[in-house]
Structures are given as C-alpha cells and as structure tokens.
C-alpha cells in the first residue's frame, strides 16, 4: 500500500464573484476510490486540480501526506497521475516520444518494457510510432493514461475517466482503476453513472455551494 | 538534468513546429536588408552601425524569444507541463531553450553584419565577444521570464514589447556603451566597469526570475 493521504482542509474556490464550492472538509486514504460528483458547473474539474496542487483555493488547503510525513509542494509532481480533458499532449510528438519526455522531465530513467506493457494493455502498441496529430480524442485519452501511470504515483486523479473513450476503451480503463485501487489512491470526478458506480465514497458537490 | 530535458523536448518540438526560429529567422532577414537598402552608397559611421547592430537584436528577440511560454499556452499544454516537474525546472529547460536560441540568432546577426557592413570593424574583437556573449545571457534571461510573465495575458503580442523596453533598457545601454570601446579598440581594463554592470544586471535578473517565476507559474 502506498499510504498516499490527502486532506481537505475548508477548501474553499471563487471565480470572479461566483462562489464554487466551499468550506470542503475531507480525508481520501489509500486503498479507496473516491469520487467528484455533481452537475455541470459544481467545481469538480476545479476541485480534481486543487487537489492536484494545480489550482490555489482561496480559502483552505489540500495537503498531501505519504507514510504520515507532509509532502512538499515541490514533490508532488511525481506522486501523482492526472488526466483530465483539459490535459493536452504534444500533437507534434508521436505517442512514444510524449510518454519518454514525460518520464525524462520527471527524472525517471524510461523502462522499456514498463512502456511497451502499458502501450499493449492500452491496444496502442502498433500506433505508438505515430505523432498525435493522426491520432483520435479516444486514442489520445488512452495516452494520458499511459502518461498518468507510467511513474508510479500513489495517487491517481481521474477528471472525466472515460470521456471520449469507446465501450472497450471503457472496460480496459475500468480494469485499471479496480486494480490500481488495491495500492494508490484514487479520485475520480465525472458525471457518468458508470464511473461513479467504481468509487467507495462519493463527494456531492452541490452539498457545498452554500 | 530535467530541465536539460525540457530543452530537449522545447528543441526537438521547435525542430518539427518552426514556432520561433521562422519568426527570428524572418525578422532578422527583413531587418538587415531594409538597413541595407536604406543605407545605400551612404558611408555610415561605425557607432551608428553598432547602433543598429542592437536595435535589430532588440526587435528580433522580441518577435521570436516569447514563444517559448506562449506557444504552450496557446496550444494548451501548460497544464501538462505543470504535472511533470516543480517550476524551477521547467524554468531551467525554457531559459537553456532561449539562450540557445539567442546565440544562434546573434551568430547570424554578427555573420550578416560582418558580411554586408563595410563600416561594422571592430578594434578590440576579444571585448566585443565578451560583450555579445554577456549580452545574450541578459537578453536570454530578461525575454524567458517576461515571456513567462505575458503567455497567462490576453493581449500578449503588444504587451511583450512593452514589458521588455523597460527591463532590457539598461542592459541595451551598457552593451551600446561596450560595442562603441570596442570599435574604438578600448581594452578590457578600459571597459571594466560596465562590463561589471552587464554582469550584475545578468545574476539580479536571473534571481529575481528564479524567485518570481514560482508566483506565476502556480496562479
């Protein structure tokens, strides 16, 4: 178990004047799914990238813990697998070349055959030597899978899993979030029932507009 | 090391994209034949040709140097970028990418200059390179953080050359200073002052980058 906790502490977001969510008090834990939901609007992209440390809140903190010590904010970044519609790769690299950069500009030495694993389980394999400008939204949904794993992290922030993916992409990424569950921590904000039927514990962000 | 590959990433995607190096390579080309043609037969004194040596340099790196942030804020993939490594790093990779790249859009300046401009002789080439290569850090690091500073605006191709006048105002100065000693062949010794200042503009800006570009990388 990788032992990844996070806690929001009075979490709270504006944009201009509109009030997003607020005052969100909650720990997430390894070992479980949690999910986002709400309607269009809620903050759940927003509230994936607080807890990402992509976005400030304007009020409270997300603080992430491994092994009980505090994790800086500068350490974040390899501890954790984002994807998101938001996320967009580099078009004029092919797949294979946007997952090494990813793991160079980490730090991490590429393992070949972690890659190759990961392509083959994403049915991208015969596709990886193709620039991403030939590939379609779904495929490229599969590579930011592929970019969210391949280092390991110990926790996965998943906004909107399965948008653009197609019924066997769905399965081969529900497959994953069930198996990476028993190690890591995950957080998925979606609408789709689907998605949500996968977590353990579901955060209803209406409940925090007032 | 991961800035190095953030470099390397910026370099192999410049390769494939010609976002900056088109522009620079454009800018440069229009630059010095408007010079030319406007010069004509005129013998032009070697200080004004210095002179327009740095305001050719100035504008070419306002038209190419701010790719380097706003390319990846045009096409959306700061976020990933945001996901891969702490600010300092990315910093590191963008400000190796532009140094880089004003070295090589100075070389060809200094080619075509040397080439084309009987009046462009230098007495004290030694000085003269000093002055370049102080003058490409300063020009390398000033334009990295500006562009960084302009790629979250909205009217970022006005407000580049605006926020840069200011900053690379001083540091023109001292390199017109210098390109003039070394016309006139001064020697180092001479020239030791302002090329105390060159050196000192280059560490202020740099900490002062490094420190403010954690602020505006997170917000």
């Known amino acids: ?210 | 090391m991961n800035g190095y590959s953030i470099f390397k990433k910026d370099w192999f995607s410049e390769l494939r994209t010609r976002y900056a190096i088109n522009a620079l390579a454009m800018f440069i080309l229009v630059t010095v034949s408007v010079i030319l043609f406007s010069v004509g037969e005129e013998e032009i004194s070697p200080y004004l040709t210095g002179g327009l040596f740095w305001v050719v340099i100035f504008f070419s790196a306002m038209s190419g140097l701010s790719r380097v942030f706003v390319s990846e804020e045009e096409r959306g993939t700061v976020l990933l970028l945001h996901l891969l490594a702490k600010p300092s790093t990315i910093f590191t990779g963008k400000l190796l990418f532009n140094i880089v790249l004003v070295f090589l859009m100075n070389g060809v300046i200094v080619l075509l200059y040397t080439l084309f401009f009987n009046s462009f002789v230098i007495l004290n080439t030694q000085l003269f390179f000093i002055t370049i290569i102080l003058g490409n850090f300063g020009i390398g690091i000033s334009s990295t953080i500006i562009a960084a500073i302009i790629s979250k605006a909205g009217a970022k191709g006005t407000l580049y050359p605006v926020l840069s006048f200011p900053v690379l105002l001083p540091l023109i100065l001292v390199l017109l200073e210098l390109t003039e000693y070394s016309i006139d062949g001064k020697t180092i010794t001479e020239s030791y002052v302002e090329l105390l200042i060159l050196l000192c503009y280059n560490v202020i800006m740099l900490t002062a980058s490094y420190l403010l570009f954690d602020i505006i990388w997170k917000d």
């Open chain 1, 1 to 210: 178990m990788s032992n990844h906790k996070l806690i929001l502490q009075d979490v709270t977001k504006f944009f201009g004047r509109r009030l997003i969510f607020q005052n969100i008090n909650k720990e997430f834990f390894s070992g479980n799914i949690y999910g986002f939901a709400g309607n269009n609007g809620t903050g759940k992209s927003t509230l994936a990238k607080i807890t990402a440390g992509l976005l400030s809140p304007n009020k409270g903190k997300a603080e992430h813990y491994k092994q009980q010590q505090p994790i800086d904010y500068n350490e974040l970044y390899n501890l954790i697998g984002f994807v998101s519609p938001e996320l967009i790769l580099y078009d004029e690299f092919t797949a294979e070349e946007n997952v090494l950069f990813a793991l160079q500009i980490r730090g991490i030495k590429p393992d070949g055959k972690k890659i190759d694993f990961l392509f083959e389980k994403f049915n991208l394999f015969g596709r990886r030597k193709d620039t991403l400008k030939k590939y379609s939204s779904g495929m490229k949904q599969r590579v930011k899978f592929i970019i969210a794993l391949i280092h390991n992290p110990t926790l996965l922030i998943l906004d909107e899993p399965t948008s653009n993916l197609d019924n066997k992409g769905k399965e081969i990424v529900y497959k994953i979030i069930e198996s990476e569950a028993k190690e890591k921590l995950i957080i998925i904000a979606s609408n789709e029932k689907n998605d949500l039927l996968l977590c353990n514990n579901i955060l209803q962000l209406e409940n925090y507009k007032q």
